[in-house]
């Protein structure tokens, strides 16, 4: 596709935010093209699925902008191996503290354009991944980390160095850190046990029991790898197609419906993976995925839809049209199939001529 690198080029560098209707303007166009304004068959969620999981790889233009901004937040944390000269300015004018903690912050709204547009918030909710219990929320002034009700600011601890959650755990365990050893961090001084039960309390409450470090979303681990180099719109737009993707079990269950079998999951991923492994030519993969996706319309479902007067086959006149009796169990394919049959299982016998010899191997 000529066009998803231009619009690529333009999504990354433009420097506003882009409305949610010009997205929707984008797959409108999409869809018209490929359906030639009749009407549509699939959805563009599964048109814009990967091949492996039943759609046609459709570019999510929407998900890329998100992506895109997104991960330019890495210059944001701590490890990040090269931090490009607005990340210092924006820490200075942030106190001195990484804006990487106010995308966690529940106090208050920030003017920053990735967190006040919510793209992170928009992002965690496409892929359903819970972005609030997180090593990197903030502990003070946040509306989920409550004690007697309400959220707290202690200055000293915050003055100590006690800024986020994984502040209060180790980095190797993940255990919750004793008093002591918080004390000989953080040089707190020993009059703080009461706040530190305070805060151990209100953090079972939020995070479980037994207490341990969260792990964060897939989408911050991933940012948070100081190895991770080039690709990394590509990863995370992969995860993020993953996790968002229609298992079509609906369709799946026509299929086992209609052959009477028990379709696995391994056998229901082959399928998808098939149409792009065994056929190089587009039109044969095309078919294929229609099959897959029962987009043929049967007599069956044209009489059910008042647009035929019978459900009858057009072929062998039977009953009751379905798509395995189009495609397989029609008395008037059945020599055609046996024919195929006897080709495909019959290796002694010679193979049909080749019709241009030169490019045979």
């Known amino acids: ?27 409108f166009l999409m869809r018209q093209f490929l359906w030639d304004s009749s009407p549509h068959r699939l959805s563009i969620k599964k048109l814009q699925a990967s091949a492996k999981q039943g759609g046609f790889s459709l570019p999510n233009f929407q998900w890329y902008y998100w992506v895109m901004n997104v991960k330019q937040l890495r210059a944001w944390l701590p490890t990040a191996p090269v931090k490009p000269i607005w990340s210092h300015i924006e820490t ?9 903690r106010e995308l966690f912050d529940t106090s208050h709204k920030t003017t920053h354009p990735i967190i006040a547009k919510i793209l992170w918030f928009k992002l965690h909710r496409a892929g359903r991944w819970d972005f ?11 509306k989920i980390i409550l004690i007697g009700g309400t959220s707290v600011d202690w200055l000293q601890c915050r003055k100590a160095g006690i800024l986020n959650v994984s502040d209060l755990f180790d980095c190797g365990t993940k255990c919750f850190l004793s ?22 309390s209100s953090l079972s409450k939020w995070l479980g029991t037994p207490l341990s470090c969260p792990v964060g979303s897939p989408v911050e681990v991933m940012l948070s790898r100081s190895s991770l180099g080039k690709g ?8 993020l197609q993953e996790r968002s993707a229609d ?7 026509y299929w086992a419906q209609g052959m009477a079998l028990d379709i696995s999951s391994v056998e229901w991923d082959s399928c998808f ?15 294929q995925f229609k099959i897959i996706h029962r987009w043929h319309r049967t007599p069956q479902q044209l009489y059910k ?9 057009w072929r062998c006149d039977g009953q009751n049209a379905l798509i395995l009796h189009i495609l397989w169990s029609c008395s008037a394919l059945r020599d055609w199939w046996e024919n195929i049959m006897e080709v495909i299982f019959s290796p002694d016998d010679p193979p049909p001529p080749c019709r241009r010899p030169h490019r045979c191997h």
């Open 1 to 27: 596709m000529m066009t998803a690198p231009m619009i690529f080029y333009i999504l990354s560098n433009i420097p506003l935010h882009i409305p949610d209707k010009y997205f929707k303007d984008l797959d």
């Open 305 to 313: 839809w008042n647009l035929a007067s019978t459900d009858e086959c």
């Open 92 to 100: 200075e004018v942030n106190g001195g503290i990484s804006p990487w």
């Open 179 to 200: 008093f002591d050893k918080i004390v000989e961090l953080y040089k707190l001084q020993r009059n703080q046990f009461w706040r530190y039960v305070q805060i151990h």
């Open 232 to 239: 990394i719109t590509s990863k995370i737009y992969h995860l």
């Open 132 to 142: 609030i219990k997180s090593p990197s929320a903030t502990l003070w002034s946040n």
């Open 273 to 287: 993976q098939n149409i792009n492994t065994m056929y190089k030519e587009t039109g044969s993969r095309l078919i």
């Open 247 to 253: 298992p079509l079990l609906k369709v799946k269950g």
